[in-house]
Protein backbone atom coordinates (compact mmCIF):
# COMPACT_ATOMS: atom_id res chain seq x y z
CA UNK A 1 0.00 0.00 0.00
CA UNK A 2 2.86 2.16 1.02
CA UNK A 3 6.83 2.60 0.16
CA UNK A 4 8.59 4.03 3.26
CA UNK A 5 12.22 5.57 1.62
CA UNK A 6 14.47 5.97 4.38
CA UNK A 7 17.67 7.63 3.70
CA UNK A 8 20.80 8.39 5.57
CA UNK A 9 21.26 12.00 4.70
CA UNK A 10 24.92 11.78 6.31
CA UNK A 11 25.66 9.26 3.52
CA UNK A 12 28.45 11.06 0.83
CA UNK A 13 26.00 9.92 -1.87
CA UNK A 14 22.62 10.24 -0.15
CA UNK A 15 21.47 11.65 -3.69
CA UNK A 16 22.50 9.09 -5.97
CA UNK A 17 21.11 6.26 -3.39
CA UNK A 18 17.86 8.24 -3.85
CA UNK A 19 18.28 7.98 -7.85
CA UNK A 20 18.99 4.23 -7.80
CA UNK A 21 16.46 3.47 -5.52
CA UNK A 22 13.59 5.32 -7.41
CA UNK A 23 15.29 3.57 -10.76
CA UNK A 24 15.04 0.18 -9.36
CA UNK A 25 11.61 1.59 -7.94
CA UNK A 26 10.43 2.26 -11.60
CA UNK A 27 12.09 -1.00 -13.38
CA UNK A 28 9.68 -3.15 -10.77
CA UNK A 29 6.50 -1.93 -12.81
CA UNK A 30 4.61 -0.61 -9.86
CA UNK A 31 1.97 0.76 -9.93
CA UNK A 32 1.98 4.82 -10.43
CA UNK A 33 0.37 5.95 -7.35
CA UNK A 34 2.14 3.77 -5.33
CA UNK A 35 5.49 5.51 -6.74
CA UNK A 36 3.76 9.06 -6.58
CA UNK A 37 2.99 8.46 -3.06
CA UNK A 38 6.50 7.62 -1.64
CA UNK A 39 6.83 8.59 2.03
CA UNK A 40 10.36 10.21 1.89
CA UNK A 41 12.53 10.24 5.11
CA UNK A 42 15.61 11.98 6.04
CA UNK A 43 17.05 9.83 9.33
CA UNK A 44 20.01 10.79 11.05
CA UNK A 45 19.25 14.42 11.53
CA UNK A 46 20.95 14.60 14.91
CA UNK A 47 24.12 14.36 13.09
CA UNK A 48 23.86 17.33 11.03
CA UNK A 49 23.82 20.85 12.44
CA UNK A 50 19.95 22.66 11.92
CA UNK A 51 19.16 20.37 8.82
CA UNK A 52 16.39 21.11 6.78
CA UNK A 53 14.96 18.86 3.74
CA UNK A 54 15.58 20.24 0.52
CA UNK A 55 13.18 18.34 -0.64
CA UNK A 56 9.37 18.81 -1.02
CA UNK A 57 7.34 16.72 1.55
CA UNK A 58 10.68 14.83 2.81
CA UNK A 59 10.74 14.25 6.89
CA UNK A 60 13.40 14.72 8.93
CA UNK A 61 13.96 12.35 11.43
CA UNK A 62 16.52 10.71 14.08
CA UNK A 63 15.84 7.24 14.87
CA UNK A 64 18.57 7.17 17.39
CA UNK A 65 17.11 10.13 19.32
CA UNK A 66 13.26 9.76 18.68
CA UNK A 67 12.84 13.08 16.90
CA UNK A 68 10.48 13.55 14.22
CA UNK A 69 9.12 10.13 14.61
CA UNK A 70 5.76 11.09 15.79
CA UNK A 71 5.18 13.00 12.26
CA UNK A 72 6.32 10.15 10.40
CA UNK A 73 3.81 7.83 12.23
CA UNK A 74 1.22 10.50 11.81
CA UNK A 75 2.26 10.64 8.02
CA UNK A 76 2.12 7.08 7.05
CA UNK A 77 -1.28 6.91 8.69
CA UNK A 78 -3.05 9.15 6.68
CA UNK A 79 -1.11 8.11 3.69
CA UNK A 80 -2.67 4.28 4.32
CA UNK A 81 -5.70 5.21 5.03
CA UNK A 82 -6.05 7.44 1.83
CA UNK A 83 -4.72 4.66 -0.42
CA UNK A 84 -6.71 1.66 1.49
CA UNK A 85 -10.20 4.13 1.52
CA UNK A 86 -10.51 3.46 5.37
CA UNK A 87 -11.46 5.92 7.91
CA UNK A 88 -10.37 6.28 11.49
CA UNK A 89 -14.23 6.60 13.49
CA UNK A 90 -14.80 6.73 17.02
CA UNK A 91 -18.47 5.39 17.65
CA UNK A 92 -20.76 5.30 21.08
CA UNK A 93 -22.29 1.83 21.89
CA UNK A 94 -23.70 0.31 24.31
CA UNK A 95 -22.05 -2.59 26.01
CA UNK A 96 -24.86 -4.76 26.25
CA UNK A 97 -25.25 -5.30 22.88
CA UNK A 98 -23.35 -7.13 19.65
CA UNK A 99 -21.62 -3.85 18.47
CA UNK A 100 -18.30 -4.32 20.25
CA UNK A 101 -18.13 -7.93 19.53
CA UNK A 102 -19.35 -6.90 15.39
CA UNK A 103 -16.69 -3.98 15.06
CA UNK A 104 -13.78 -6.65 16.04
CA UNK A 105 -14.68 -8.77 13.30
CA UNK A 106 -15.21 -6.24 10.87
CA UNK A 107 -13.03 -3.48 11.78
CA UNK A 108 -9.17 -2.84 13.53
CA UNK A 109 -10.42 -1.64 17.45
CA UNK A 110 -8.01 0.76 18.30
CA UNK A 111 -9.25 1.67 21.55
CA UNK A 112 -11.84 0.96 24.08
CA UNK A 113 -13.24 3.49 26.73
CA UNK A 114 -15.81 2.10 28.68
CA UNK A 115 -18.15 4.28 30.69
CA UNK A 116 -19.17 2.01 33.50
CA UNK A 117 -21.83 4.23 34.69
CA UNK A 118 -24.13 4.05 31.78
CA UNK A 119 -22.84 0.61 30.21
CA UNK A 120 -21.85 2.26 26.94
CA UNK A 121 -18.55 2.69 25.64
CA UNK A 122 -16.79 5.11 22.71
CA UNK A 123 -14.64 2.31 20.76
CA UNK A 124 -11.99 4.03 18.14
CA UNK A 125 -12.15 2.13 14.93
CA UNK A 126 -10.06 1.63 11.78
CA UNK A 127 -12.99 0.73 9.13
CA UNK A 128 -13.68 1.15 5.47
CA UNK A 129 -16.90 3.03 3.82
CA UNK A 130 -18.40 -0.27 2.92
CA UNK A 131 -17.94 -2.04 6.30
CA UNK A 132 -19.30 0.93 8.29
CA UNK A 133 -22.74 1.24 6.20
CA UNK A 134 -23.27 -2.40 7.42
CA UNK A 135 -22.45 -1.12 10.54
CA UNK A 136 -24.71 1.72 10.60
CA UNK A 137 -27.72 -0.83 9.04
CA UNK A 138 -27.56 -3.07 11.26
CA UNK A 139 -27.29 -0.63 14.59
CA UNK A 140 -29.14 2.36 13.29
CA UNK A 141 -28.75 4.04 16.72
Do not use: C
Amino acid sequence: DLIVHVRDITHPETILQKETVLSVLRNLNLPSHLLDSIVEVHNKVDLVERYKPTEENALAISALHGHGLEELKQEIEKKILTVTGKKILTVNINLEGPQLSWLYKEATVQEVEVMPEDGTARVKVIIGSSAFGRYKNLFPN
